[in-house]
């Protein structure tokens, strides 16, 4: 059979126009159709095309090509570039500007407020064309790696091992150019270079000094040198330095409305500032607020629920899908007159503590000899001193939370959960390879998941409108 063959030298032209580039339904027009109705002056971004000095890229230009880049992985600003020379969809985004990977990387670090306002606008400009509701709000977090060496981490305890190791270094330094001073010979005295390798190591002996005094002052038990806002934290690739990035996603169709990143290494503080914060974009209330038991903080919960939101969250015993052995404290009763409990065998746990700091109460068995006697000692407690049963000062709180996940409607909103909130960091994860951020510090972490999380939406607005349909109604509502 014949094969189909290329041929190079064989004349050919593409179209006269940059325009022709790319046909009316390639999804780099809804990028394009996106950015040109966004209110980047309203962000902070200076739209001023009159103002003095050498020329600058079209901002509207520079935003397209970081959007539509991250959309398809591409992130890197040498990456970016290339893609401006070489990739007919980036040289039409752009209309032939072809900016330099240096100002790709110096645009994306000095707006990265306005990048974060974007995803703002994205999810209002959902709500005018009804994908997102504001109804039922889903709450989810991962750990993404930071960009920073993992041998930059220090702890108290490995500086203070390094620095004992620089100071034998030290003393063998010196004892060598001590018994090197009386040795001469035609090259000369061996000193100098040992006084160089003695400030090399002192130079590093100083720089660790530093990082022990920077871990005194900000009270953290590590401190990555490299990022030094990030945090050592646990992932599904065990121990990683990074950060944690949230999302709120509506039910309706997955959209994200809110993205954040905060330097914490779980997600126990964050459910109430995240529902508040996608409760700010659509400028409302939502009525059922939802997400896994990392978020169990019952004073937390507790704060959402008094605003009249439904809050679906299982506890930590819950989530582990089995039922509460004989001796969980749920087989305990509660004697409100006396103040205390009387556990399975009818023996009572009396009043010993309130921690207010940690905001519980602790009961124990009087006299400890009860418990050791009964025939469960050993199964129920091991402990000498009797059983002891701790109560949230919140506890009816922590029970109406439990009653409300166990509910049937509870059980089907909580399964939607998985449908509509893991799957977009598999997507960001798997399909864009986002496994470490490139940004470093807070802030460009923060800027750099706000744009992920819009490209994310103008995926998805794509797969559930058509590039025609949703650049038609963009132009329409904007």
């Known amino acids: 059979m014949s094969y189909l063959r290329g041929e190079r030298r064989q004349g050919d032209l593409l179209p006269a126009s940059i325009e022709d580039y790319v046909s009316a339904n390639d999804p780099v027009r809804v990028y394009d159709a996106f950015v040109e109705g966004l209110d980047l002056g309203g962000l902070g971004l200076d739209l001023d095309g009159d103002q003095v000095g050498a020329p600058e890229y079209d901002p509207k230009a520079m935003v397209k090509l970081l959007l539509y880049g991250y959309s398809y992985g591409i992130r890197s600003s040498r990456k970016l570039e290339r893609a401006t020379h070489h990739n007919l969809s980036f040289i039409w985004l752009m209309g032939g500007l072809k900016p330099d990977h240096k100002t790709i990387a110096r645009f994306r670090r000095s707006h990265l407020e306005v990048l974060k306002g974007v995803l703002k606008q994205c999810a209002r400009l959902c709500l005018k064309l009804g994908l997102i509701e504001g109804n039922t709000l889903f709450v989810d977090g991962t750990k993404v790696k930071a960009n920073a060496s993992e041998v930059q981490s220090w702890s108290r305890k490995e500086c203070e091992r390094y620095l004992g190791r620089l100071d034998a270094r030290i003393e063998a330094i010196l004892a060598d150019s001590e018994s090197a001073d009386g040795v001469e010979s035609k090259e000369g005295s061996w000193v100098g270079g040992k006084k160089g390798k003695l400030a090399s190591v002192k130079e590093v002996q100083e720089r660790v000094r530093r990082v022990m005094a920077e871990l ?92 009249g939101i439904r809050v679906i969250v299982p506890s930590q015993w819950q989530s582990l899908h089995h039922p509460p052995g004989p001796f969980h404290h749920d087989k305990f009763v509660y004697d409100a007159r006396r103040d205390g409990y009387i556990c399975p065998e009818g023996h009572f746990l009396a009043y010993r503590k309130t921690d207010y700091g940690a905001g519980q109460k602790a009961y124990q068995m009087k006299p400890a000899s009860v418990c050791r006697r009964c025939q469960h000692f050993g199964q129920c407690t091991k402990s000498k001193e009797g059983r002891t049963l701790v109560k949230l000062l919140d506890e009816e709180w922590k029970r109406y939370f439990e009653r409300e996940y166990l509910k049937p409607e509870g059980q089907a909103i909580y399964k939607r959960r998985k449908e509509r909130v893991e799957h977009l960091f598999g997507h960001i994860k798997r399909n864009l390879g986002v496994n470490t951020f490139l940004l470093r510090g807070l802030k460009g972490v923060q800027g750099e998941a706000s744009l992920l999380a819009t490209c994310f939406n103008l995926t998805r607005m794509i797969t559930l409108m058509g590039v025609i349909g949703l650049t038609g109604a963009m132009a329409r509502v904007t």
């Open 216 to 307: 005194e002052d900000s009270g953290r038990n590590c401190l990555n040198t490299t990022d030094k806002e990030s945090v050592v934290m646990m992932s599904g690739r065990g121990f990683v330095t990074g950060y944690n990035m949230q999302a709120v996603v509506d039910d309706r169709n997955g959209l994200i409305v809110t993205a954040d990143v905060v330097a914490e290494n779980n997600d126990l503080r964050q459910f109430g500032r995240q529902i508040e914060a996608a409760n700010g974009v659509v400028d409302g209330r939502c009525m059922i607020a939802c997400g896994d038991c990392g978020y169990s903080n019952t004073e937390l919960l507790k704060g959402v629920a008094e605003q």
